[in-house]
């Protein structure tokens, strides 16, 4: 139902918002949340944050731009084979990439 904004004043008069945020954190304590959803980062986030590297050195590192780096976080292009090589040591060995490149 669309209610015009009348209506939404009159409801929001009648709201008791300071019960309602009592009620919300009472409701988290008790773990009752809503939907909790995983969100997959990106290989190349993954990558980066791992090593420890900014956008910027992790770009450096890869041979590209820090834009064309966002561009592959947003999945926007295929990396290279060299560059998926690197990531994919990056996310498995963070270690050898920091020793080597750090």
Known sequence: MVMNEIDLIERDLKRDIWQE???AVRDI???KVGHVRTVEL???VEARQ???LSQSRFA???GVSTHTLQDRKQSCC???RTAISL???AKQRPDV???VFG
Request: glycine share 8%.
């Open 50 to 52: 791992k090593v420890g």
């Open 87 to 89: 990531i994919q040591i």
């Open 42 to 44: 990106p290989p190349v």
């Open 78 to 80: 295929k990396p290279s």
């Open 21 to 23: 945020t009592l009620d």
């Open 97 to 99: 990439i920091r020793e």
């Open 60 to 62: 450096e590192l890869l």
């Open 29 to 31: 304590k008790a773990g």
